[in-house]
């Protein structure tokens, strides 16, 4: 099996959010940075973040994560109506972007390493929160600017059939095949 | 003579747009019935004489494919059209929703225009 490279996964993630904001909002994003992050925690601030999970012959996790402000912003354009605050059609909103986002990401990869299940979105939204995976691997990080706003999208994926454990306290045995 | 459409997405933003897709679309639509999954579908639709089905591939409780071949081994609603609307973009998904008796597919992300040509050429 092919290994994954994080430029590979970066190039996907830049592809799937410029593609998604442009044709789902009609709007244009910009990439401000893109990195090799050991850190798996996620900002600590607040916010919302929004993670869904890989599972087939490469395991791992997706997130997206905005400011409240921008997460309106995101909601407004895709639904057609304006939001205040974020309610349940913004994190409606923000779950469907990272569906799709993450979806055509997976989508893509399965052509590299074959058929991969993706998870049903969960949004956290909230004040001086963190998220902490308990993958050892490196996350592939891309970092979006728009209207003055940052969106983050990242990656982190290991080989399920290579190595002798998928997630720590998790042999092989116990992950998902398809 | 209206239309009645049955939206199955798991998604309530992706019903909500497709609703404003179908209200703008140029489609003498009726009805709007939504589910959020293939139960909820099977059940809404022996509850309402529907037209046109747009439904999503990956959804929990029943997937769009598992309703597929269900809608398509029925006698009252097998000849109904049934557009996917999916993120599922892959050879193999597509090949086995047209298969299965998928009259179109359409991968997300999309555009209103997108949805509406194939619904024209669907109804």
Redo the contacts between chains.
């Keep these: 099996m092919e290994a994954i490279q994080h430029e590979k996964v970066a190039e996907l993630i830049k592809r799937a959010t410029s593609d998604v904001f442009g044709t789902m909002l009609g709007l244009e994003v910009s990439v401000a940075d893109t990195k090799l992050s050991a850190e798996s925690s996620n900002n600590g601030g607040g916010g919302l973040v929004a993670l869904i999970g890989f599972a087939g012959p490469w395991v791992g996790t997706g997130s997206f994560s905005c400011s409240p402000s921008m997460a309106c912003r995101v909601a407004d354009a895709l639904l057609g109506t304006e939001h205040a605050a974020v309610e349940e059609d913004v994190l409606d909103a923000i779950a469907e972007m990272t569906n799709m986002i993450l979806g055509n990401v997976k989508t893509e990869l399965e052509e590299i390493i074959g058929p991969m299940l993706l998870s049903v979105p969960t949004v956290i939204f909230g004040r001086n929160f963190s998220t902490r995976s308990s993958m050892r691997q490196n996350w592939t990080v891309v970092t979006f600017e728009h209207g003055g706003e940052t969106i983050e999208v990242k990656v982190c994926l290991t080989s399920n059939v290579d190595q002798k454990e998928a997630r720590p306290g998790f042999k092989m045995g116990y992950s998902l095949h398809v | 003579m209206a239309l009645d459409v049955l939206i199955v997405d798991?998604?309530?933003?992706?019903r909500?747009?497709l609703q404003?897709v179908l209200r703008q679309s140029d489609l003498p639509v009726g009805a709007i019935v939504e589910a959020g999954d293939g139960v909820e579908a099977l059940a809404a639709l022996k509850q309402h004489k529907v037209g046109l089905i747009l439904s999503d591939i990956?959804m929990?409780n029943m997937d769009g494919l598992q309703l597929l071949s269900t809608v398509r081994a029925d006698d009252t609603w097998k000849n109904v059209p049934i557009l996917m609307i999916t993120?599922?973009?892959?050879q193999?998904k597509v090949l086995e929703a047209v298969n299965l008796g998928a009259s179109g597919y359409v991968r997300?992300?999309?555009?209103a225009e997108q949805i509406k040509e194939k619904l024209v050429g669907l109804v």
């Design positions: 798991d998604s309530a933003a992706i909500k747009i404003r990956n929990p993120t599922e973009g892959s193999n997300k992300p999309f555009t």
